[in-house]
């Protein structure tokens, strides 16, 4: 559930204004304070929301409730990458060169094939993503899930397990 528009929140406005991403955007495109031009930013988003809704890209699911359908997404890395020089954020997508972090308010520079190498040099994920292959993985139901006849199989499996390491360490 995510309010689209946060000038319209009942409580907490401030708050859920200064935390909105949509709202950062936005006012970063503008180049306006998203609080000193609440009506044109709150303005935008209406716009931007009845767009996206009349044009059919969101769909209403329920009353009040509206997804975007993943058939609709497109991921990709392909072009250049951007970092904030204040918060160090990573994007792909510049919004005049500003970062559309809440609340940052750094500027975007393009990284180079090198700095992105650097970046990410140590960083695990990235390196077990794209360095290794997958592992396997076993799933098993929690015991309490399981059908007596097989939770016993599972037993006999454990205590066979516990026997034979306990049989190992007295050796
Ligand atoms: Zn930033």
Avoid at 6 to 23: I, K
Avoid at 53 to 65: H, K, L
Avoid at 73 to 81: D, E, K, M, Y
Avoid at 82 to 106: D, E, L, Y
């Amino acid at each position: 559930m995510h309010r689209w528009n946060p000038y319209l929140a009942p409580v907490m406005r401030e708050l859920v204004v200064g935390r909105s991403p949509q709202a950062e955007v936005v006012a970063r495109f503008l180049r306006v304070d998203k609080i000193a031009a609440e009506a044109q930013v709150s303005e935008s988003l209406n716009g931007i929301w009845e767009a996206l809704r009349d044009s059919a890209i969101i769909e209403r699911v329920y009353p009040n409730e509206f997804q975007l359908s993943w058939e609709r997404l497109l991921v990709s890395t392909a072009g250049p990458w951007f970092t904030c020089n204040r918060c160090g954020m990573m994007t792909a997508h510049s919004v005049r060169g500003a970062c559309v972090m809440t609340g940052c308010g750094g500027r975007l520079s393009a990284m180079s094939a090198d700095e992105i190498a650097a970046r990410f040099g140590d960083h695990h994920w990235y390196n077990r993503y794209t360095q290794t292959t997958a592992f396997p993985v076993e799933v098993r139901e929690h015991t309490a899930q399981l059908t007596t006849a097989l939770a016993g199989v599972y037993k006999i499996s454990a205590d066979f397990g516990a026997s034979h390491s306990w049989g190992r360490r007295c050796t």
